[in-house]
Structure formats: structure tokens, C-alpha cells
């Protein structure tokens, strides 16, 4: 679980690093996202080893899906796949790949770790706090889009801390390379809300609209098209024997739980990034306003009503064709 360290040396000033450094040299220095291209310039000659944390939107297309054709990041995404090569199709994505040059341009033998989204404790943008403050607020119904089927990769923090330990016990197998790295098991959204919902025992109406009528469910969308965001991490699995320490089920449940005990303040920092408005008004006039659409669907009678296929032998299937079978 999460901890802090008792002793943090904090350099704020961006000009002060080597000063902050002084003479000191270092077995290994693991740098994440935020100073990161100033950092590996400041460790040049004072390391032996440079693990850095990258992200995911390095990808072309992670922010920009219109960028395929048809529209939609390639799943899985391996770390062989194009990276954002030009800044017009995403300035973010861009300079997340520049950072990753300049890295391996100062240390050649550096490990990278590209993250996906992160959750947890502590997270600065807790999606899940859609969720928990639903719940926490009681209330009867939560909007979904597309059925909440949409799919992206996430990590539990201690997934990914034990991603990047792995590199640090395996330099020779790590050395020079670029991992992706998430939890194994990839949920979707409404499988993420139904295990937030059991955790807190909590039952509602989950309410799945288009994802164009789903207004209130953009901050769990977080992007304006439902395709999918899924990365592969087989190389990961492969090279350092990663697996996941944390199920994500467990791990999603600890999230929620931790949630309610430490609430992000109302309208407060977490809010206004997850961009949430928490307008429950507005959302029960859309689903009052869904609710009357479809039911004023008229009844369409087909001459022969489409099945599933011979192939589809689940529930409303195909029933067997002899009861000599067994």
C-alpha cells in the first residue's frame, strides 16, 4: 500500500538542481513524469542506472483516435506501434515522445516505462471518485455510454511500482528498453462501476445512453469517442515476469474504500480536473427525457426476428437439436 518516505530532499527551483546534487553520485535514479528531461540531464555521470516513467499518450492516435482509419487506436497497442511524430496531431502526445529522445539521448542504457492511466491512493485525477461520490450521495442512478462497454488500460499504483522494480532487478534484461506496463486484467467501464457498487454496497440503476447523449459520463469517458484503449504488455510479462500483484478487482475496491474515507473537497482540486460537475438536476432531466424516448418507440414487427448466429449457444441461443444428445 502507499507510503511516504521520511525523508524527501524537494527541489522546487528549476535552475537549483546541480546545486541541490552537489557532488553526490548515485547507484540508480528513478525519474518520473512532470521534470523528466531535466532530471536525465542532471544525472549525466552521476549514475549508474536510469529508470524513467513515461506515458502512454506517446502513442499516435492514444489522444487523437480520428488519426485511424477507421477511427480508433489499434488494440492492443505494443511498443512497437507508431508514436506521435508530429505536433499538430497532438502537442501532448509529441512532447511525451520528445522526453523519451532526450532520455535515451543522455542514457543509452536507460529503462522506460510507458504508464497507462494510474489508479489509487493519492491519485491527483481519481476516476473513480465518479463513482464513489454517486454512491456517497445516494444516488438511484448513474449514466453509462455505449452500455459501458468502453475498454482502457489501467494501472493500480502497486502494480506498476512492482513493474518498475522488476527493471531494477533485472538490468540485464531491462537495459535499453521501452515497456508498456498495466494490470493484466483489463476492465471496462461498467465492470468497473459494478465492483465499485458491491464494494460499498450500493445498488442502482446503471442507464446506458449513446455516448452522444451521455453528457454526464464524459469525465469516465475521458475522451470524446468511446474506442477502446488497451495496451499490450506481453513484453513486459516476458522479459521481466511481470504479473499483477494487486487483482484489479481487490485493488479497485481498496480505491473506492480509501475514497470514502479521504473525499476530495467539493468543487476542490480532483473535481475541477475530472472536469465533473456533479450535476444530478440536469442528470435526471436527461434520463427522465431517455426514458420517454424509448418508450415512445413504436413496436417494429419483423417477418423473421434476426438471431444470433448457429454458432451462439448461451442464453436465448441455439437449443440443441435432438434430445438424444447429451
Known sequence: MAEESSYINHDYRRCSGKHAIGN??????????????????????RIGRFISVGGAPAYRGYMNPALFKPPGLPVPTSEEAP?????????KGWRIVQTEEIVFKYHPTATHFRYPFVYGPYQLLPREWCVVRRIL???????????????????????????????????????G????????????????????????????????MP??????????????????????????????????????????????????????????QEETL???????????????AWKKLTK??????????PGFGVYYSGPGGRYKSSDQFK
Open 24 to 45: 553526490q553520485t548515485f547507484d540508480l535514479c528513478i525519474s518520473a513524469y512532470g521534470r523528466l528531461r531535466r532530471i536525465a540531464e542532471l544525472m549525466v555521470g
Open 296 to 305: 415512445s418507440m413504436p413496436k417494429i414487427t419483423f417477418k423473421q426476428e
Open 274 to 288: 475530472l472536469q465533473d460537475p456533479f450535476d444530478y438536476h440536469a442528470e435526471d432531466q436527461l434520463i427522465v
Open 177 to 208: 528498453q521501452v515497456f508498456n506496463c498495466g494490470d493484466e486484467r483489463v476492465l471496462s467501464l461498467r465492470q468497473v462501476i459494478e465492483i465499485i457498487s458491491s464494494a460499498l454496497e450500493h445498488e442502482w440503476e446503471i442507464i446506458s
Open 137 to 175: 450521495d445516494k444516488r438511484p442512478h448513474i449514466i453509462v455510454p455505449d452500455d459501458g462497454l468502453i475498454m482502457y488500460t489501467f494501472g493500480y499504483a502497486g502494480n506498476l511500482a512492482h513493474a518498475v522494480l522488476l527493471a531494477v532487478d533485472k538490468p540485464e534484461k531491462s537495459a
Open 211 to 268: 455516448s452522444q447523449l451521455a453528457i454526464p459520463a464524459r469525465p469516465m469517458m475521458m475522451q470524446p469517442v468511446t474506442t477502446h484503449r488497451i495496451l499490450n504488455i506481453a513484453k513486459i510479462q516476458r522479459e521481466l515476469g511481470y504479473h499483477d500483484v494487486v487483482d484489479p478487482a481487490d485493488a479497485l475496491t481498496h480505491t473506492a474504500k480509501w475514497l470514502v474515507d479521504h473525499p476530495p473537497k467539493t468543487g476542490g
Open 83 to 91: 508514436l506521435v511524430e508530429v505536433e499538430q496531431e497532438d502537442v
